[in-house]
Nanobody, 119 residues
Framework: QVQLVESGGGLVQAGGSLSLSCAAS????????MSWYRQAPGKQRELVAT???????NYADFVKGRFTISTDNAKKMVYLQMHSLKPEDTAVYYC?????????????WGQGTQVTVSS
């Protein structure tokens, strides 16, 4: 089995910073991409940032210049550094990974971590 576990959410004032971490574990052959998504109350889940195994990154326009995604491939971890946070960044943040297991490839999700930005 594969597990993704997020940590690092919490409450922060607008303009502040927060860092999220996500650890992948289980019988993993390779991790192809890792991503962060978020879902605010009453809204659809949306992609925040993605990083490939080669280190290529992609960001949603609404976080460009404020958030940074990075990985530690050896530890099978992905991070999201968030700066200049805004109240509209309040959401549950989910880690997702495109993982290859033996003879199988699929998308896996963490349970989510709450980020609340107060004005």
């Amino acid at each position: 089995q594969v597990q993704l576990v997020e940590s690092g959410g919490g409450l922060v004032q607008a303009g502040g910073s927060l860092s999220l971490s996500c650890a992948a574990s289980g019988k993993i052959l390779s991790i192809n991409t890792m991503s962060w998504y978020r879902q605010a109350p009453g809204k659809q889940r949306e992609l925040v940032a993605t990083i490939t195994s080669g280190g290529n990154t992609n960001y949603a326009d609404f976080v460009k210049g404020r958030f940074t995604i990075s990985t530690d491939n050896a530890k099978k971890m992905v991070y999201l550094q968030m700066h200049s946070l805004k109240p509209e960044d309040t959401a549950v943040y989910y880690c997702s990974a495109d993982i290859t297991r033996y003879l199988q490839r699929g998308d896996y999700w963490g349970q989510g971590t709450q980020v609340t930005v107060s004005s």
